[in-house]
């Protein structure tokens, strides 16, 4: 894979500022952004529980390199940096690996997943243009009952915009050959966004390039308010492996790339149009049809033969909501969708290792299957007024999944041209062409409580669920010729306050979660859905404001543990009562922001606590905190200059850390860095 990336977008951007400059000077670079109600969840999620919305202001100031700089505002959230723009997901959660890890949290663009509820793939926040988001929201806790399966621990949804004043442009630069560019502009019925970004990579081989691009419109079509948007994104990625050895992440090895022959490409493309009428007495009823395509091609650098995947899939749906009137709040709806899926994995070279390793796992097609699914689902929520400033709060949801597979593949775990492996077969296995269905029940009740001034106590009890993902019934190994997986389920209490004292604001929750079926790999190799994990927790986001200051915190506590034994795979033993591994107790940032007409200073503290990374509690990373400093200086109404430095203390820590095959082994984080850039208003 070369390290050259498409440069006609960047070209396209550049073309564009330099047509559409104005010397005028009445307008401010910075606009104002609407959210648009029909693309958030808040409506939805209401009072009752816990959500965290990151505005357009925290957004743009921030200019995150990657979407884990951005959510660190968010407590109890932390998406683990990897390789370039790869990530892991934790929400309430450890870090999460694997196959299915992906389908327990729910990602979303303007309310609608991102991707098919069986088939989702662990770094999929960079198929999300985050960086020019109107909003980015998050919901903490079991959302099935309101968002459907996948919303297990949590949802994030980026809320794009559909119009825009005037156009805007803005050129950064950074160390390692780090640039963007990006383009923003439209009028108050249409938005357009792009950026480009590309980087040589701190690391040997570890170049990127990434565009993103959005189109929003709003209309009117009779009795019907109309807003649909259409995205796409490209990633071209050199990927860089784990560097290995204790603390590793402190030597000179933190440079250098064990796997520079590791690449990652992928793209995406979504369009949607939600059709909303407004009736009598206040009702109104929405209707929402969509498309999405994505595809993927990476070296699994990770794995002994390093076999190349590809993946693809093409799905659409429509989703109908009624909001009734009336003095008691309530809707309902219903979703279908179908999808198409393929994947295949190939090795081209043998692989080098033990004789054990050369002989399970041969060169050739490993796996080559398609799946087509259909998910049909029906929610309702309703409020109750209990009494003056006492409401009453349930949602429940019924849904189906249900996927047809189709092997392309000799059934069985022998080579491609049949012939079987040394060891008593080779590792991975092509189970025979079958079926299979899911219907999980999901719901939440909870009561809360307004005490004015925006205050709410509230109580609520969740039930959270999401199906099995296509990888782990079709991929499996070691002979397992079936998968006969359950449903992973989660049940949620939490209780908490939100509102204002003076000069404070606060929302604080706790909570109490049990997971059972549990999905892992087993000793044995196989997948299996018997686990179980207990946690136990409490989140703060807290701000003062006196004046030009401003102090945010976002703080969790969480304690993550395993509720059975086993033994797993890897070698990895579970004992019941251990930490999940990579599961932080702490997490947590500050902001100090101070601010002028003209200026804005933003000092950033963040911290990671010590964990486990091993399931047996042998093996240990000791956290880290870093400084950062965020600044923007609006020179003239047209003209606006920032900056950012990152790591200022020039920290040496691991953006993940993780101990298997007997040692250590890290993605280490970046040392001190300084980016700087220029935004203009190019036209009104």
């Given amino acids: ?217 709003a209309a009117n079509v009779g009795d019907w308010d109309v807003a649909t948007t259409v995205s796409a994104t490209l990633l071209n990625q050199e990927t860089g492996g784990f560097v290995r050895g204790f603390r590793a992440y402190d030597s000179t090895a933190r440079r250098s790339n064990p796997n520079p022959e ?38 699994q650098h990770f794995l002994p033969g390093q076999p190349l995947e590809k993946n693809a899939q093409s799905s659409g749906g429509v989703a109908l909501r009624f909001d009734g009137g009336g003095r008691h709040r309530w809707s309902a709806g219903a979703v279908a969708e179908l999808f198409g899926a393929s994947l295949s994995e190939r090795q081209d070279q043998p692989t080098q290792g033990s004789a054990f390793l050369m002989a399970t796992r041969p060169a050739g097609t490993h796996y080559d299957f398609d799946v087509t699914g259909m998910t049909v689902a029906a929610y309702g929520d309703a409020g109750l007024e209990l009494a003056r400033d006492v409401e009453l709060v349930g949602s429940a949801r019924i849904e189906r999944n249900s996927y047809d597979y189709d092997n392309h593949q000799r059934v069985g775990n022998t080579r491609d041209d049949g012939t079987p492996c040394g060891f008593g077969g080779c590792l991975y296995t092509r189970p025979a062409d079958r079926d299979d269905a899911y219907t999980n029940i999901a719901g939440r009740l909870g009561v809360e409580w307004s005490r004015g001034a925006g205050a709410v106590v509230y109580a609520v009890a969740g039930l959270g669920f999401r199906p099995p993902q296509t990888t782990e019934l079709y991929r499996l190994q070691s002979g397992q010729t079936v998968a006969d997986l359950d449903s992973e389920r989660l049940r949620s209490l939490e209780a908490g306050a939100r509102g204002s004292l003076g000069r404070f604001d606060f929302d604080v929750a706790v909570y109490q979660e049990t997971t059972r079926d549990l999905i892992f790999r087993d000793a044995n190799g196989f997948n299996v859905s018997d686990g179980a994990t207990d946690a136990t927790g409490i989140e703060a986001d807290v701000a003062w404001r006196s004046g030009r200051h401003a102090l945010e915190v976002a703080a969790a506590w969480g304690r993550h543990r395993y509720a059975f034994t086993r033994n797993a795979g890897r070698g990895e033993r579970i004992v019941d009562g251990n930490d999940v591994d990579t599961a932080p107790r702490w997490l947590g940032s500050a902001h100090w922001r101070w601010a002028t007409d003209a200026v804005t200073s933003e000092f950033e503290v963040t911290y990671v606590g010590s964990h486990f990374v091993n399931a047996a509690n042998t093996a240990r990373y000791g956290g880290h905190a870093l400084l950062n400093w965020r600044g923007d200086w609006q020179v003239t109404p047209r003209v606006r200059l920032f900056a950012r430095l990152l790591n200022l203390l020039d920290a040496a820590y691991a953006d993940r850390a993780d101990f298997a095959f007997g040692s250590y082994r890290y993605f280490p984080g970046m040392p001190r860095q300084v980016y700087v850039g220029a935004a203009l208003l190019l036209r009104d």
């Fill in 262 to 299: 590791a690449y990652r490409d992928a793209w995406s493309m979504r369009a949607a149009s939600v059709w909303q009428r407004t009736l009598a007495d206040g009702r109104a009823v929405t209707v929402t049809p969509y498309v999405r395509r994505s595809s993927m091609a990476f070296l």
């Fill in 1 to 217: 894979m070369s390290s050259r990336v498409p440069l006609a977008m960047s070209f396209a951007v550049v073309a564009l500022i330099g047509g559409n400059a104005s010397l005028a000077d009445d307008d401010p670079v910075l606009e104002e952004v609407v959210v648009r109600a029909e693309a958030s969840v808040v409506p939805s999620q209401g009072n009752t529980g816990s959500i965290t919305v990151v505005d357009a202001d925290a957004i743009e100031l921030t200019r995150a390199n990657h979407v884990h700089e951005l959510l660190v505002r968010v407590p109890g959230v932390w998406i683990s940096r990897g390789s370039g723009h790869e990530h892991l997901t934790a929400i309430r959660s450890g870090v999460l690996t694997g196959a299915g890890a992906c389908g327990e949290f729910l990602l979303l663009e303007n309310g609608i997943p991102i991707r098919p509820a069986g088939f989702c793939n662990v770094n999929n926040l960079f198929e999300v243009n985050t960086e020019q988001a109107a909003a980015v929201e998050v919901v903490r806790g079991p959302g099935s009952a309101l968002f459907g399966g996948n919303a297990l621990h949590g949802v994030i949804n980026a809320v794009t915009a559909t119009s825009a004043e005037g156009w805007r442009g803005s050129f950064e630069a950074g160390p390692y050959d780090y640039t963007q560019v990006r383009l923003h502009g439209g009028s108050d019925q249409w938005n357009f966004s792009a950026l480009s970004t590309s980087s040589g990579g701190y690391r040997d081989d570890t170049g990127y390039g990434q565009q993103k691009a959005y189109l929003g419109f």
